[in-house]
């Protein structure tokens, strides 16, 4: 399931919390939004740094945590996926009402819902492999409620700084040059 971005910071510059990266998400839903701002946070963090990649899960079940050393990881990924099959079945349903009711004004709201359906559910997925071929990732939408995005570029910016960790490991300069 696809989680909803709540907040993030990518930068060549580490932030005040020594990061490269950081990429907070939550579960979709008002219920779990409503938690965020009562401070019972079921989130998930993923912080890049210069040494350790950290993934965190907190929930109302409990806590996870997994630290992964930079050194570990043998590549890093991004890719996203647009709901076009989900979106053409609502328009299919919304269809199928409307020839059974000969109400043709039901195809029209079909389609816009289909339309809402495919722009608001893009799923895009940033990911990093250890050498022990393990896979590690967060799958991200849109947040209606924060106004959360990010893009591919975004993500591709992303990978570049992770790349570049991972070379500054081997000079040992805990800074990266912008590129």
């Not at 996870?64 to 609502?90: C, D, G, M």
């Not at 991972?166 to 912008?178: A, C, H, M, R, W």
Request: glycine share 6%; charged share 15%.
């Amino acid at each position: 399931m696809a989680l909803v971005l709540s907040n993030w910071y990518a930068d060549v510059k580490a932030n005040n919390n020594g990061a490269y990266i950081e990429i907070w998400a939550r579960k979709p839903g008002s219920i779990t939004w409503l938690f965020a701002i009562l401070n019972i946070d079921p989130m998930t963090f993923m912080g890049v740094y210069y040494d350790k990649i950290i993934f965190q899960r907190i929930s109302l079940n409990g806590y996870e945590k997994i630290v992964i050393p930079l050194s570990s990881v043998s590549s890093t990924y991004y890719r996203y996926r647009w709901p076009w099959k989900s979106a053409f079945i609502i328009f299919m349903i919304a269809c199928g009402i409307a020839y059974a009711m000969s109400a043709s004004w039901i195809i029209l709201i079909g389609l816009v819902c289909a339309i809402v359906w495919f722009l608001l559910n893009k799923e895009l997925c940033i990911g990093f492999s250890e050498v022990a071929h393990k896979n590690h990732g967060l799958v991200l939408k849109r947040s209606v409620i924060e106004g959360q995005e990010i893009s591919e570029s975004q993500f591709d910016y992303m990978t570049q700084i992770i790349l570049a960790l991972i070379d500054q490991q081997k000079t040992g300069n805990p800074e990266i040059s912008s590129q």
